[in-house]
T-cell receptor, first 111, second 113 residues
Framework: KAGVTQTPRYLIKTRGQQVTLSCSPI?????VSWYQQTPGQGLQFLFE???????NKGNFPGRFSGRQFSNSRSEMNVSTLELGDSALYLC??????????FGQGTRLTVV | AQTVTQSQPEMSVQEAETVTLSCTYD???????LFWYKQPPSRQMILVIR??????QNATENRFSVNFQKAAKSFSLKISDSQLGDAAMYFC??????????FGTGTRLTIIP
């Protein structure tokens, strides 16, 4: 069974631009969560989607948004990028509320 | 508020020895899942072991085992026969029933050959 796939793996963007990250969960997993990892703030929950609906949301500004498609694939978007958005963005998929399986992450650098 | 604390930013252990990583948490919930994740330099988060809070028996996965003390809100990870491949950041994490994982700050484990 294929794992969680995140694309792209690395991304460099300029301040003010927007970016879209993609996540394909494990087949059969309907819940997809996103996390931001930075050296200063650690791992922080962004949001979680289940059956195309956002069920949980972390404490991030409205510039961070996401969506989920009918095949459970998810995208997250960050608009008007700031230097502080540079981070590793991790996606995780879950089956029936048990352990989360993570992708390899997308390393976003904002310059 | 639900919090997770890992008080050991760094730990080191000799190869083949045993090491214990500590984690404490605070919650008013009675039912939840607890996890230890490993993050090697590749940055992918890998599940090491999981424990259901309602189970009294401590989970074990090969060389990895936990000491879960629910009343004390403590959840430590013991790694036996440490191997070079065990070197990584280790995070304890909790799922309080809403698909959101709350992570500790991590412990960097170094294996000394």
């Amino acid at each position: 069974k294929a794992g969680v796939t995140q694309t792209p793996r690395y991304l460099i963007k300029t301040r003010g631009q927007q970016v879209t990250l993609s996540c394909s969960p494990i087949s059969g997993h309907r819940s997809v969560s996103w996390y931001q990892q930075t050296p200063g703030q650690g791992l922080q929950f962004l949001f979680e989607y289940f059956s195309e609906t956002q069920r949980n949301k972390g404490n991030f500004p409205g510039r961070f948004s996401g969506r989920q498609f009918s095949n459970s694939r998810s995208e997250m978007n960050v608009s008007t990028l700031e230097l502080g958005d540079s981070a590793l963005y991790l996606c995780a998929s879950t089956f029936q509320g048990t352990e989360a399986f993570f992708g390899q992450g997308t390393r976003l650098t904002v310059v | 508020a639900q919090t997770v604390t890992q008080s050991q930013p760094e730990m080191s252990v000799q190869e083949a020895e045993t090491v214990t990583l500590s984690c404490t948490y605070d919650t008013s919930e009675s039912d939840y899942y607890l996890f230890w994740y490993k993050q090697p330099p590749s940055r992918q988060m890998i599940l090491v072991i999981r424990q259901e809070a309602y189970k009294q028996q401590n989970a074990t996965e090969n060389r990895f085992s936990v000491n879960f003390q629910k009343a004390a809100k403590s959840f430590s990870l013991k790694i036996s026969d440490s191997q070079l491949g065990d070197a990584a950041m280790y995070f304890c994490a909790f799922n309080f029933g809403n698909e959101k994982l709350t992570f500790g700050t991590g412990t960097r484990l170094t294996i000394i050959p």
